[in-house]
């Protein structure tokens, strides 16, 4: 299994998706420092009263979350489609011919490549959680705890897996562009339902027949996708913002924090199911790649 692990991270180096991620996210963070920069300046030049006080926390808290909510996507697209064509493209191209004869059982091989994807994720992840945090504690308040800090890096980078084994278990029944695009469209169905949340939470004009349609909406497709649901876990983590929310009304002026903020967290059972989720992705794909005729 230690193998095929590093054969992965091999693969993974030469692959061309990795230059283009590499090249995506060093754009994303040369315009997240000008973007920072200039929220920065702007709430430093309000002087140091309560108010400026306040809307410095508000401005932290748009930057970081305009910073996880681009980060998300890099993360994303690398764990699927550096994992989308594992089984499909490796089947038409006659590579797995020519290695399930060698005396490595099927699940060794599929664990291996799992773990080799995951962990290569998670280092990514770790870079970019770190790079995000960095510019954002230049330019701004940022939490400053370490364990708020280290409980957030798990969250974001628990889409990894996540992703990864949903893949994983596409490319045991679609080919590899199916099942990209297949993926593409799932995560873009959770993104779209933790939007809805973050947009419903903050019109209270709706009335309650339309709210409840939206939050069954949103419930639906974050059920279906669950990592953006843990990306808003990662930013109520990173803040505690289930604690002081009630203390004011983010967004309330029609300003930029509904998009970006974090609407409402999910409950700890998510988090529960997530996980769950995962494993079980994870063991079908296994169960099915044991089946598929290669």
Known sequence: MSIILRLTWKELLRKRVLLLTILMTLAFLVAFWFIAAAIGGETEANGGSGAALFEKFSMGLFIVGLGFFFGSFVIAFLSIFSS?????GEAEQGIMQAMMPRPVPRWQWYAGRWLGYVTFG????????SSIMVIAGIHAGVPKNFGALVSAYLLFASVVPLL???SMLGSGFFSGIGNGVFMTMLYGGGWLGGMIDKVSSQLGSLNEKVGHSLTTISGLLSLA????GIQRAMMDRLY???YIQDLFNMGANGG???LFGIGSAPAPAFLWYALF???AAFLLGMWRFQKKDL
């Not at 989308?84 to 499909?88: A, D, E």
């Not at 998670?122 to 959680?129: G, H, R, T, V």
Request: a negative charge; glycine letters at 0%.
């Open 164 to 166: 990864v084994s949903v």
């Open 84 to 88: 989308s064509s594992v089984i499909s």
């Open 122 to 129: 998670l280092a990514y992840a770790l870079i970019l959680f």
């Open 225 to 228: 996708m669950p990592a953006d």
């Open 256 to 258: 930029p924090l509904p």
């Open 277 to 279: 989720y995962t494993l």
């Open 240 to 242: 505690n913002f289930s």
